[in-house]
């Protein structure tokens, strides 16, 4: 299972001591201790692996390599290497510690989340014609440490949403290569999953029950995947004895949990016909067609229906610019 909300705690490196020494070479006798280096600092990169965030199932601590000590003879320690988290692309970074919240965009963006504390003084700064043999040095300073949580929402071209059981996973597999898991149960899907149709990402949100938005069930875990896609794809089973309350459940879901989302571009398809008579579903679409102009009758082992959902996601990828 892809994990895609995590708490860790980062910690940069400290800076290293500065050292006490005298040089011993005839001639050059005075402080000759050395400084010490800086503490590692700690950095996310952006990569696109959605499952990059698995790495902290069993590991909540991160933790950067200190600087050295400074030694004799004027020998600076060396900084700590600095320690680079990779997450996946659509991340959200909070600092729990400080109130910060980072969106990075770009696959390959480096940002500082910790930075490493500086190497501390060796004697030989603190050599003056008063104090030709100073014995002062400094600590290193600590590395910043904070909690910081990663939450991962997709970043799909389009999301396909409807309660549980309303043909999702199966009409992704139909047009995509995904191959997600199907059943005739609630909550089949515990994770969202990704289908490609030519350049255009395709991201299966589990289905969503009444009370989604204040936690019931799985919702609030998915509806924070919804926020970043572009198009919505509203999926109702032909099962379903009220179709017009299935929509707006899901509606009603997606507005107690952000009003924005229900100004995303909205197709509506009503699913799995093949089940049901001809008459029936002509019944079915008139209220559909009341709510949506953009909606469509299909069975995903028809290939009339699937030659018309490709013939939407083509008008979609060509004004995309993909």
Same mark, same amino acid.
């Given at each position: 299972?892809?994990?895609?909300?995590?708490?860790?705690?980062?910690?940069?490196? !400290?800076?290293?001591?500065?050292?006490?020494?005298?040089?011993?070479?005839?001639?050059?006798?005075?402080?000759?201790?050395?400084?010490?280096?800086?503490?590692? !600092?700690?950095?996310?990169?952006?990569?696109?692996?959605?499952?990059?965030? %698995?790495?902290?199932?069993?590991?909540?601590?991160?933790?950067?390599? @200190?600087?050295?000590?400074?030694?004799?003879? +004027?020998?600076?320690?060396?900084?700590?290497?600095?320690?680079?988290?990779?997450?996946?692309?659509?991340?959200?970074?909070?600092?729990?510690? !400080?109130?910060?919240?980072?969106?990075?965009?770009?696959?390959?963006?480096?940002?500082?989340?910790?930075?490493?504390?500086?190497?501390?003084?060796? !004697?030989?700064?603190?050599?003056?014609?008063?104090?030709?043999?100073?014995?002062?040095?400094?600590?290193?300073?600590?590395?910043?440490?904070?909690?910081?949580?990663?939450?991962?929402?997709?970043?799909?071209?389009?999301? /396909?949403?409807?309660?549980?059981?309303?043909?999702?996973?199966? +009409?992704?597999?139909?047009?995509?290569?995904?191959?997600?898991?199907?059943?005739?149960?609630?909550?089949?899907?515990?994770?969202?999953?990704?289908?490609?149709?030519?350049? /255009?990402?395709?991201?299966?949100?589990?289905?969503?029950?009444?009370?989604?938005?204040?936690?019931?069930?799985?919702?609030?875990?998915?509806?924070?995947?919804?926020?970043?896609?572009?198009?919505?794809?509203?999926?109702?089973?032909?099962?379903?004895? @009220? #179709?017009?309350?299935?929509?707006?459940?899901?509606?009603?879901?997606?507005?107690?949990? %952000?009003?924005?989302?229900?100004?995303?571009?909205?197709?509506? +398809?009503?699913?799995?016909?093949?089940? #049901?008579?001809?008459?029936?579903?002509?019944?079915?679409?008139?209220?559909?067609?009341?709510?949506?102009?953009?909606?469509?009758?299909?069975?995903?082992?028809?290939?009339?229906?699937?030659?018309?959902?490709?013939?939407?996601?083509?008008?979609?990828? @060509?004004?995309?610019?993909?």
């Amino acid at each position: 299972m892809i994990i895609d909300d995590v708490i860790i705690k980062i910690k940069a490196g !400290n800076g290293g001591k500065g050292a006490v020494a005298f040089n011993k070479n005839l001639m050059s006798l005075g402080p000759a201790g050395g400084s010490g280096g800086r503490g590692g !600092n700690v950095y996310v990169k952006i990569i696109p692996e959605i499952d990059a965030l %698995n790495q902290f199932r069993n590991k909540k601590e991160i933790i950067a390599k @200190d600087g050295e000590n400074g030694g004799r003879q +004027f020998r600076d320690g060396k900084d700590g290497e600095d320690l680079i988290i990779k997450i996946p692309q659509g991340s959200v970074i909070h600092n729990l510690s !400080n109130g910060l919240k980072i969106e990075p965009k770009e696959i390959g963006e480096i940002i500082l989340l910790a930075k490493g504390g500086n190497g501390g003084k060796g !004697n030989f700064h603190f050599r003056s014609p008063r104090n030709t043999s100073p014995k002062n040095f400094q600590t290193g300073l600590p590395g910043e440490r904070f909690e910081i949580r990663f939450e991962l929402k997709l970043i799909a071209d389009i999301g /396909l949403i409807g309660l549980p059981n309303a043909g999702k996973s199966s +009409f992704l597999n139909a047009i995509t290569s995904a191959k997600s898991k199907i059943g005739n149960y609630p909550f089949t899907t515990l994770e969202p999953n990704l289908g490609s149709y030519y350049e /255009l990402i395709l991201a299966d949100i589990p289905g969503l029950i009444e009370g989604s938005s204040v936690g019931k069930g799985l919702g609030i875990k998915f509806l924070r995947h919804i926020e970043r896609t572009k198009i919505l794809f509203h999926l109702i089973s032909c099962e379903s004895d @009220d #179709i017009k309350n299935d929509y707006q459940i899901v509606r009603n879901e997606l507005k107690n949990y %952000n009003k924005e989302l229900l100004k995303k571009p909205e197709y509506i +398809f009503l699913t799995k016909i093949d089940l #049901i008579e001809k008459d029936e579903v002509e019944e079915k679409m008139k209220i559909i067609k009341k709510i949506s102009s953009k909606s469509n009758a299909i069975s995903i082992y028809d290939d009339t229906s699937l030659d018309k959902i490709k013939k939407i996601l083509n008008e979609i990828k @060509d004004k995309s610019g993909n």
